[in-house]
């Protein structure tokens, strides 16, 4: 349901990503693992409008604007960020009722006059909120502002956020980095659950095996090109997928 | 793990719980009784001047406290505003010149902010540090818009509906008016989703928008929301004052808005009206220090600045703080309640207000 | 033509001052990513103490223009101690709004110690005129176009060929790599604060003979050489001195050909214009913020 056509970013004369085609089925798990600087990071950038990019992003058959942030959201596509971009001077559950999708009476308008209707999807959007922090267990921590959360219930609040707006497809970015084994478990069982959901999964990781609990396809990037894609096993045996993690002459060995 | 054993959260959204629209209320009162208390035409000098700076302040609160757009262009609007207003009233009721006032500072503020819509924090700072100087020059060659050299004098008082405010106590109820009334609007902002997505944008452009927050919007919308509370000022200023000329709307005003700001506390929209205050009372005090005084007023803003740097609603919130503590024991940190704030976010529970 | 050749040469003249700020002003930026608010106060301050120089301690005109440069030189420094490093780390607007206050003090003190009424302070070679091309231009013009056309030689010099320019650039593109690399951090934010305000002075000299002297008087160059740097695209020396050419330009012949009263204003409207079509600067390279 999602389908990025010939993505690319340049910065300056370095090509970080070049002609990247993808595809995430309705449904579908899929990992993205890459050597450093491969662009991974800045191709989910190019989809959620964060870097200027030129190529097309169709969702659910709707042509999405690459440049525009908030169409990219409002198509479907939640994202999170290599590391947790959460706003520290806000609680949790603002953090998180910044993200939903009813956009209704959040202007001027219902600030200063149609207070009534306002307060009400306020309510609404309230419940919601509590709701997405409870999925990923910080329910307990709503009224608790961000920048108080460790490392970790930062990762989890930037997922709650992403999980309001009822999203179609998440784009994650590297969520296993800085989590202990323990917590990472805990976000494996968590992407799954959504998964099983019906919810979308791209998942860009380091950690091997994170990446084969959470996903049933893997894209292999290098250099800003798709240079592998297939079921995990399938990928790892790859030549050029090992020599561009280990280098040429060992591969040539 | 989720949906456990987690205690519930409070059923009540924050913005339900503050006590901004309380502290509404007791500003407007005090007010009200300093109207009533002050008896000398020099007190009133300086409740009027507090007045109108407090809701110029209040404006600036809103670009660069609560949306964080570091600009120099409120003198500007405030000029502007006053000009507007005497050059829409022209022999008029007052309502015209506040119609005038606002209408014509939106619209420039608007076309301003278009120009500039896509430059960044700094670049963005300096064009309106070339507004403002724009502005002055304007504000003196301008005749037909403004007056030769830019000097009006003989702008009559305020008027409503055939009641003219010329005592200093009608007066300054009539200014206290406004204040309320801006206060109130703010009050309703801080009780509203802008608030938190103004924040949002403040702290983090891009991820705002990759959220879903309209950020184009929120920039223009704050940035010309605070321009016309400037305006407004602006206007009231004019008629409070009989005289404006360029001088009153130097780039000097432009940066001590920046520092009654700051001074106040950049974080609480009751900060631009305690700022305001000290602007206004402090170089009263610091008279006896005589030629002195403009050197100690600086560094004394500065060293404020550098060591609180919440501004005086710092100290406020220690002083609450404090009092807090001694009158309650220490409960636990994490659980549904927020932590303790003063004025304007103060959490008390089963305090159910609707509005 | 003549009135074309001196409004030309006198917009030379102007924005040959505006670029010995702005390179001022570009120095801190690239070294230190500050905007210093007190480059103006600084240009008037310079000013000040060669008049003082000059007039009380009866010192010839180019020895008080070197006495000022050094004092400048040294409050650039002290600038940089108190007003800077011990808020270094904090968040770019307490550090703007300290180079504010850095700027308040510094224009206090000035009319403490001078007072408030206007002051004169004469060029090396007087009111002379001299013929360029068929028109009167004052031979002050002349001498501020030399001089900065040397001044902008040894400063792409320095930026080019020494350790200083190195490390300056070093910074400017990546502070902390920098630092690991070896830069002295707190040595190079004290040359730079003092190199940046000994320009000031130099400009303030510069002008001096044309206007009179008063506590505003470096105000307006300040706010041209921010637009100069805008127009020039923050990046380059060459940059920012076209930018400032082009603003004494704008300035003079707007002035002379269109509307006087508005000549201060036309510079600002251009740069308005450049921050709305191509927000990079003329010369620039960094893309406008798209939010």
């Not at chain 2, 959204?13 to 503050?18: A, D, G, L």
């Not at chain 2, 500072?105 to 301003?112: G, I, K, N, P």
């Not at chain 2, 103060?346 to 207000?353: C, D, I, N």
């Given at each position: 349901?999602?389908?990025?056509?010939?993505?690319?970013v340049?910065?300056?004369?370095?090509?970080?990503?070049?002609g990247?085609?993808?595809?995430?089925?309705?449904?579908?798990?899929?990992?993205?693992?890459g050597?450093?600087?491969?662009?991974?990071?800045?191709?989910?950038?190019?989809?959620?409008?964060v870097?200027?990019?030129?190529?097309?992003?169709?969702v659910?058959?709707?042509?999405?604007?690459?440049?525009?942030?908030?169409?990219?959201r409002?198509?479907?596509?939640?994202?999170?960020?290599?590391?947790?971009?959460?706003?520290?001077?806000?609680?949790?559950?603002?953090n998180?009722?910044?993200?939903?999708?009813?956009r209704?009476?959040?202007?001027?308008?219902?600030?200063?006059?149609?207070?009534g209707?306002?307060?009400?999807?306020?309510?609404?959007?309230?419940?919601?909120?509590?709701?997405a922090?409870?999925?990923?267990?910080?329910?307990?921590?709503?009224?608790?502002?961000?920048?108080l959360?460790?490392?970790?219930?930062?990762?989890?609040?930037?997922?709650?956020?992403?999980?309001?707006?009822?999203?179609?497809?998440?784009l994650a970015d590297?969520?296993?980095?800085g989590?202990n084994?323990?917590?990472?478990?805990?976000?494996?069982?968590?992407?799954r659950?959504?998964?099983?959901?019906?919810l979308?999964?791209?998942?860009?990781?380091?950690?091997i095996?994170?990446?084969?609990?959470?996903?049933?396809r893997?894209?292999?990037?290098?250099?800003?090109?798709?240079?592998?894609?297939g079921?995990?096993?399938?990928?790892w045996?790859n030549?050029e997928?090992?020599?561009?993690?280990?280098?040429?002459?060992?591969?040539?060995a | 793990?989720p949906?456990?054993?987690?205690?519930?959260?409070?059923?009540r959204?924050?913005?339900?719980?503050?006590h901004?629209?309380?502290?509404?209320?007791?500003?407007?009162v005090?007010?009200?009784l300093?109207?009533?208390?002050?008896?000398?035409?020099?007190?009133?000098?300086?409740?009027?001047s507090?007045?109108?700076?407090s809701?110029?302040?209040?404006?600036?609160?809103?670009?660069?406290?609560?949306?964080?757009?570091?600009?120099?262009?409120?003198g500007?609007?405030?000029?502007?505003g006053?000009?507007?207003?005497?050059?829409?009233?022209?022999?008029?009721?007052?309502?015209?010149?506040?119609?005038?006032?606002?209408?014509?500072?939106?619209?420039?503020?608007?076309?301003?902010a278009?120009?500039?819509?896509?430059?960044?924090?700094?670049?963005?700072?300096?064009?309106?540090?070339?507004?403002?100087?724009?502005?002055?020059?304007?504000?003196?060659e301008?005749?037909?818009?403004?007056?030769?050299?830019?000097?009006?004098?003989?702008?009559?008082?305020?008027?409503?509906?055939?009641?003219t405010?010329?005592?200093?106590?009608?007066?300054?109820l009539?200014?206290?008016?406004?204040?309320?009334l801006?206060?109130?609007l703010?009050?309703?902002?801080?009780?509203?989703?802008?608030?938190?997505?103004?924040?949002?944008?403040?702290?983090?452009r891009?991820v705002?928008a990759?959220?879903?927050?309209?950020?184009?919007?929120?920039?223009l919308?704050?940035?010309?929301?605070?321009?016309?509370?400037?305006?407004?000022?602006?206007?009231?200023?004019?008629?409070?004052?009989?005289?404006?000329?360029?001088?009153?709307?130097?780039l000097?005003?432009?940066?001590?808005?920046?520092?009654?700001?700051?001074?106040?506390?950049?974080?609480s929209?009751?900060?631009p009206?305690?700022?305001?205050?000290?602007?206004?009372?402090?170089?009263?005090?610091?008279?006896?220090?005589?030629e002195?005084?403009?050197l100690?007023?600086g560094?004394?803003?500065?060293?404020?600045?550098v060591?609180?740097?919440?501004?005086?609603?710092?100290?406020?919130?220690?002083?609450?703080?404090?009092?807090?503590?001694?009158?309650?024991p220490?409960?636990?940190?994490?659980?549904p309640?927020?932590?303790?704030?003063?004025?304007?976010a103060?959490?008390?529970?089963?305090?159910?207000?609707v509005? | 033509?003549?009135?074309f050749?001196?409004?030309?040469?006198?917009?030379?003249a102007?924005?040959?001052?505006?670029?010995?700020?702005?390179?001022?002003?570009?120095?801190?930026?690239?070294?230190t990513?500050?905007?210093?608010?007190?480059?103006?106060?600084?240009?008037?301050?310079?000013?000040?103490?060669?008049?003082?120089?000059?007039?009380?301690?009866?010192?010839?005109?180019?020895?008080?223009?070197?006495?000022?440069?050094?004092?400048?030189?040294v409050?650039?420094?002290?600038?940089?101690r108190?007003?800077?490093?011990?808020?270094?780390n904090?968040?770019?607007?307490?550090?703007?709004?300290?180079t504010?206050g850095?700027?308040?003090?510094?224009?206090?003190?000035?009319?403490?110690?001078?007072?408030t009424a206007?002051?004169?302070?004469?060029?090396?070679?007087?009111f002379?005129?001299?013929?360029?091309?068929g028109?009167?231009?004052?031979?002050?013009?002349?001498?501020i176009?030399?001089v900065?056309?040397v001044?902008?030689?040894a400063?792409?010099?320095?930026?080019?060929r020494?350790?200083f320019?190195?490390?300056?650039?070093a910074?400017?593109?990546?502070?902390?790599?920098?630092q690991?690399?070896?830069?002295?951090?707190?040595?190079?934010?004290?040359?730079?604060?003092?190199?940046s305000?000994?320009?000031s002075?130099?400009?303030?000299?510069?002008?001096?003979?044309?206007?009179?002297?008063?506590?505003?008087?470096?105000?307006?160059?300040?706010?041209?050489?921010?637009?100069a740097?805008?127009?020039?695209?923050?990046?380059?020396?060459?940059?920012?001195?076209?930018?400032a050419?082009?603003?004494?330009?704008?300035?003079?012949l707007?002035?002379g050909?269109?509307?006087?009263?508005y000549?201060?204003?036309?510079?600002?409207?251009?740069?308005?214009?450049?921050?709305a079509?191509?927000?990079?600067?003329?010369?620039?390279?960094?893309?406008?913020?798209?939010?």
């Open positions: 349901m999602l389908r990025a056509e010939d993505i690319a340049a910065f300056g004369a370095v090509r970080a990503v070049d990247v085609d993808l595809v995430v089925g309705d449904g579908e798990a899929v990992g993205m693992v050597p450093n600087g491969s662009g991974k990071s800045t191709l989910l950038n190019a989809l959620t409008g870097v200027r990019a030129s190529g097309g992003l169709t659910d058959g709707r042509r999405v604007p690459l440049s525009r942030p908030q169409a990219v409002r198509a479907g596509v939640a994202r999170t960020f290599q590391t947790p971009q959460t706003f520290a001077e806000l609680t949790c559950i603002e998180v009722l910044l993200a939903d999708a009813d209704r009476a959040t202007g001027l308008a219902g600030a200063w006059v149609a207070r209707p306002m307060l009400r999807r306020e309510r609404v959007r309230w419940s919601r909120a509590v709701a922090l409870d999925r990923v267990g910080l329910a307990d921590r709503a009224e608790d502002e961000a920048g959360l460790s490392y970790g219930q930062q990762r989890l609040l930037e997922l709650a956020r992403s999980l309001v707006g009822e999203p179609r497809v998440l590297e969520p296993s980095a989590l084994a323990a917590e990472t478990a805990t976000l494996g069982r968590l992407l659950d959504l998964h099983a959901g019906g979308s999964l791209l998942v860009v990781d380091h950690k095996d994170f990446i084969e609990s959470v996903s049933t893997v894209v292999v990037l290098q250099l800003g090109r798709v240079i592998a894609e079921p995990a096993a399938e990928v045996r030549a997928v090992v020599a561009a993690y280990l280098g040429r002459s060992r591969a040539g | 793990m949906g456990s054993d987690a205690p519930a959260p409070p059923a959204p924050p913005i339900y719980r503050r901004q629209l309380a502290g509404v209320a007791v500003a407007a005090a007010v009200g300093l109207s009533l208390m002050v008896d000398s035409a020099f007190g009133y000098g300086l409740l009027h507090w007045l109108v700076f809701i110029l302040g209040l404006g600036f609160y809103l670009v660069f406290g609560v949306s964080g757009q570091f600009a120099f262009s409120q500007a609007f405030f000029g502007l006053a000009y507007a207003s005497v050059w829409a009233s022209d022999g008029r009721s007052f309502l015209w010149g506040l119609a005038g006032a606002v209408v014509v500072t939106a619209l420039v503020a608007l076309a301003f278009l120009v500039v819509v896509r430059s960044d924090h700094f670049y963005f700072a300096i064009a309106t540090l070339a507004f403002s100087f724009i502005a002055t020059v304007v504000f003196r301008f005749e037909a818009f403004t007056a030769p050299g830019g000097e009006i004098v003989g702008i009559p008082k305020p008027d409503l509906f055939s009641h405010f010329d005592t200093g106590r009608s007066l300054a009539f200014l206290g008016g406004f204040l309320a801006a206060l109130l703010t009050a309703f902002i801080e009780r509203s989703p802008l608030k938190r997505e103004a924040i949002a944008f403040r702290d983090n891009q705002a990759t959220v879903g927050v309209p950020v184009l919007r929120l920039r919308g704050m940035f010309v929301l605070g321009s016309t509370y400037a305006g407004v000022a602006g206007c009231l200023f004019a008629h409070k004052s009989g005289f404006i000329s360029p001088e009153s709307f130097s000097e005003l432009g940066i001590d808005i920046f520092l009654i700001l700051l001074l106040g506390g950049i974080g929209m009751w900060g009206v305690l700022g305001a205050a000290f602007v206004v009372w402090a170089p009263e005090q610091l008279r006896f220090v005589g002195y005084r403009a100690i007023y560094a004394l803003l500065v060293a404020v600045i060591a609180f740097p919440k501004g005086l609603i710092g100290l406020v919130e220690l002083v609450w703080a404090q009092g807090r503590r001694l009158r309650r220490a409960t636990t940190p994490s659980g309640v927020a932590p303790d704030e003063p004025l304007d103060g959490v008390t529970a089963g305090a159910p207000e509005v | 033509m003549e009135r050749v001196t409004l030309f040469v006198t917009g030379l102007q924005g040959a001052v505006i670029a010995i700020v702005a390179l001022g002003f570009l120095l801190i930026y690239k070294a990513g500050v905007v210093n608010f007190a480059q103006g106060d600084l240009v008037t301050l310079g000013t000040y103490v060669a008049i003082w120089a000059s007039a009380d301690l009866e010192l010839p005109l180019l020895a008080a223009y070197g006495v000022a440069i050094t004092a400048l030189f409050v650039g420094v002290l600038i940089e108190f007003a800077y490093a011990p808020i270094r904090r968040s770019i607007h307490v550090v703007v709004i300290s504010l850095a700027a308040l003090v510094i224009r206090a003190g000035i009319v403490l110690w001078r007072g206007p002051s004169r302070l004469e060029g090396p070679l007087g002379d005129i001299v013929e360029v091309l028109a009167r231009v004052p031979q002050q013009n002349l001498l176009i030399g900065t056309a001044c902008v030689v400063m792409a010099l320095l930026f080019s020494t350790a320019g190195r490390q300056v650039r910074l400017a593109t990546d502070r902390m790599a920098a690991l690399q070896g830069v002295r951090v707190a040595r190079m934010s004290m040359l730079t604060f003092g190199l305000a000994g320009l002075a130099l400009a303030g000299v510069l002008i001096a003979p044309t206007r009179a002297v008063t506590i505003d008087f470096g105000f307006s160059p300040m706010l041209y050489a921010f637009a740097a805008i127009l020039g695209g923050m990046g380059s020396i060459a940059g920012v001195v076209v930018g050419v082009a603003i004494g330009l704008v300035q003079q707007g002035g050909y269109l509307s006087p009263d000549a201060e204003i036309y510079p600002f409207v251009l740069m308005l214009a450049v921050i079509l191509r927000p990079q600067g003329l010369f620039g390279s960094e893309a406008g913020a798209r939010l």
